[in-house]
């Protein structure tokens, strides 16, 4: 997930050439500031980007890469005009250098954490010379952040049964097979008993690397029992099972799981350090490796 820093006023367009070649129709004008976007790709001298919110009725445009940068943050979108503040309190309790008035817009944010009706952000550039604010919650929405319900999942078998599998970009292996050499973690808890395998290299990779962090994460529970719930997902297979339309599950790199002995929101709170995505459900705990801090929970 991604967020757009246009560096100065520029021209979003439907193809990638010189905006003198194109009709009003085709271009909108867009000033200087940080747009959400969910996928982006270059294109010669252009990113091909899709926007989280529509300009001039669309969300797919081009834009001149000199113009733009693309940064691996959340996005907060500031609904109204409103406060950021030092403290999570009343703006008229602060003193004037402790608080910045702040128009609508997107701006890309490293992390959000709730305090109450607030939310504490770290902000990607600086506002005021800080980048480390609160802002009241009801003026705010937050993206990229896997607010869903818990997804109905079905349980994992008891007893899988070892099978032959093709792991692309590794080829032939089973699902009783590690998936990395001294790893407690097999290609059958990452692929549901191998009736969800990789569609690509990448997410094959993804999966490789997330296995890394959960051994890392085994060996802080002293060895207990860890049980995968859910790993890598097909984008069919998690529509069908109510997930995010964006989860970190479809790129390898989500896991729902349990520890044996400690509940999940438990487990949330040993796992606090973690640089990226924490969730807790009833029956789970969500991890991922999205490059920024995130915390939520799923409710009941």
């Known amino acids: 997930m991604s967020t757009l820093i246009i560096t100065q006023d520029t021209v979003f367009k439907t193809k990638p050439v010189q905006s003198s070649a194109l009709s009003d129709l085709e271009k909108a004008f867009v000033a200087a500031g940080e747009y959400g976007i969910s996928a982006s790709d270059k294109d010669g001298s252009h990113y091909k980007i899709s926007l989280d919110n529509e300009i001039a009725g669309r969300k797919d445009w081009y834009v001149f890469e000199g113009h733009a940068t693309l940064v691996d943050a959340g996005t907060l979108v500031v609904k109204n005009d409103t406060i950021f503040k030092k403290e999570p309190v009343q703006s008229s309790q602060l003193k004037d250098d402790q608080k910045a008035n702040v128009s609508a817009q997107e701006l890309a944010v490293k992390s959000f954490t709730d305090v109450g009706t607030h939310l504490k952000i770290q902000l990607v550039n600086p506002i005021a010379d800080s980048t480390e604010w609160y802002v009241f919650e009801g003026h705010v929405d937050t993206l990229h952040i896997e607010s869903y319900a818990p997804p109905k999942d079905p349980p994992p078998p008891a007893k899988p049964v070892g099978k032959l599998i093709r792991i692309a970009g590794i080829g032939k292996t089973t699902t009783r097979t590690p998936i990395f050499s001294g790893a407690n973690f097999t290609w059958g808890e990452a692929t549901k008993n191998g009736t969800r395998l990789p569609v690509n290299e990448r997410i094959t990779n993804n999966i490789i690397r997330m296995a ?64 990226g995505g924490l969730g807790y459900g009833r029956t789970f705990t969500h991890i991922d490796n999205r490059g920024y801090r995130a915390r939520w929970n799923y409710g009941s």
């Open 212 to 275: 890394k962090e959960m051994q890392k994460i085994r060996g802080k529970f002293d060895g207990r029992s860890i049980t995968i719930t859910s790993w890598y997902r097909p984008p069919a297979v998690n529509r069908a099972i109510g997930g995010s339309s964006r989860s970190t599950h479809m790129q390898g790199h989500g896991v729902d799981f349990l520890v044996a002995g400690l509940s999940p929101r438990e487990v949330q709170r040993q796992l606090e350090y973690w640089n």
